[in-house]
């Protein structure tokens, strides 16, 4: 992704890197399943257990294609901000491109690997997760195919 592509310039309050590197170090301090709902409704409750106010979902507007987003959470404390999208080996594009358009301290936890920030995120981090067993992923993939009939 070209840097030009979202707001990479945003330099981040003392406030909002406390908030950030605190919301990183919770999250990447607990091993978590390895499923992307299960990842966010844990870091939610870990953040919200640790002073944390997190709004999940958070909607932001001005995406290239013309439409809007939603990011994983955006989280507050001591009027500091963090931006978290969860992704999960390797950030995503669009991920990348909704984080550009907030001003917070921006962050890409990747569901077991580790990674390096790239130009406009502030810290990529390794959320350890539990390897599902077969029967999890069996009972996953059912689950999934249930939601998209």
């Not at 931006?83 to 390797?90: F, H, L, S, V």
């Not at 130009?119 to 390794?126: D, E, L, R």
């Amino acid at each position: 992704m070209d840097d030009k592509e979202y707001n990479v310039v945003f330099v981040p309050s003392q406030a909002d890197i406390s908030a950030g590197e605190e919301a990183g170090k919770l999250i990447k301090s607990h091993r978590l399943p390895d499923f992307a709902a299960a990842v966010h409704a844990a870091a939610i409750q870990i953040l919200e257990k640790n002073g944390f106010t997190v709004i999940p979902e958070f909607p932001v507007y001005g995406l290239k294609n013309g439409r809007s987003g939603r990011l994983d959470l955006v989280c507050t404390k001591n009027g500091g901000r963090a931006a978290i999208e969860i992704d999960a080996r390797k950030p995503r594009r669009r991920s990348l491109e909704k984080l550009g358009l907030i001003d917070a301290y921006r962050i890409v936890g990747l569901r077991g690997v580790s990674g390096s920030p790239t130009a406009g995120i502030h810290a990529v981090i390794n959320i350890p997760v539990e390897i599902a067993s077969e029967a999890a992923r069996q009972d996953r993939k059912t689950v999934n195919r249930k939601h998209h009939d």
